[in-house]
């Protein structure tokens, strides 16, 4: 079975600081790894995807993500924060030939000026 | 190229009532998700539905129901309504080719409460 665990439900980073937002999953077999934000009262978008290929995966604004099979993760970094990073960051799970996305609970970062 | 597009934004109902969500689908588009999500949560699965058939579901009651039309736009049913009903609706479309997995691309979600 699959799942994801987001460690911290809240971040808060000062402007500039590195952000560092930690996900771990379990899947049964090789999986496609995503991160998306969400901004308040919006839909999700996709940040950054994870499909076997590269380990360290490079997304939109400045994120990246590095897949670590051995620790079983894909934490978000980026290596400065700007304001407009406040937002809910989902990491989600879903695998070749399967039609569920698992969703981890969300980590909701704040950036302090 | 047009985005996911879903309607309406917002929605209130009262409980036992019915409710049906709709949502375009990205051009090009073979798959439609659909997903629930409680204030505070992540999206929970709802239902897939590939080539207008039900592809999969996760751990929803058959009240939940779904359609997919062959311009590829899609339906959610919600039948007997209950309080805990109130959340986020989301819609996710996709291009699957032979079973592999492709990005998923959000509309902006419904919105329903019940009262």
């Known amino acids: 079975a699959q799942s994801v665990t987001q460690l911290g439900s809240h971040v808060s980073v000062s402007e500039g600081a590195l952000v560092l937002l930690r996900c771990n999953y379990s899947s049964s077999v090789p999986p496609y790894l995503f991160w998306y934000v969400q901004y308040p009262n919006q839909g999700l978008q996709l940040l950054l995807k994870?499909?076997?290929?590269?380990?360290l995966v490079k997304g939109i604004n400045g994120f990246e993500a590095e897949f670590k099979k051995s620790e079983t993760s894909f934490h978000l970094t980026k290596p400065s924060a700007h304001m407009s990073d406040a937002a809910e960051y989902f990491c989600?799970?879903?695998?070749?030939?399967?039609?569920?996305?698992?969703f981890g609970a969300g980590t909701r970062l704040f950036v302090k000026a | 190229e047009t985005g996911v597009t879903q309607s309406p934004t917002h929605l209130i109902k009262t409980r036992g009532q019915q409710v049906t969500l709709r949502c375009s689908s990205q051009?090009?588009?073979?798959?439609v998700s659909w997903y629930q999500q409680a204030l505070g949560q992540g999206p929970q699965f709802i239902f897939q539905?590939?080539?207008?058939?039900?592809?999969g579901r996760g751990n929803f009651p058959p009240r939940f129901s779904g359609l997919q039309f062959p311009n590829y736009s899609s339906e959610l049913n919600v039948n007997a309504l209950e309080l805990d009903d109130s959340a986020l609706y989301l819609c996710?479309?996709?291009?699957?080719?032979?079973?592999?997995?492709?990005?998923?691309?959000f509309g902006p979600g419904t919105r329903l409460t019940v009262l």
């Open positions: 051009s090009g588009h073979n798959t």
């Open positions: 994870y499909t076997s290929a590269a380990t």
């Open positions: 539905y590939y080539r207008e058939e039900e592809n």
């Open positions: 996710a479309s996709s291009l699957v080719v032979a079973g592999e997995v492709d990005t998923q691309y």
């Open positions: 989600a799970v879903t695998h070749t030939g399967g039609f569920k996305t698992i």
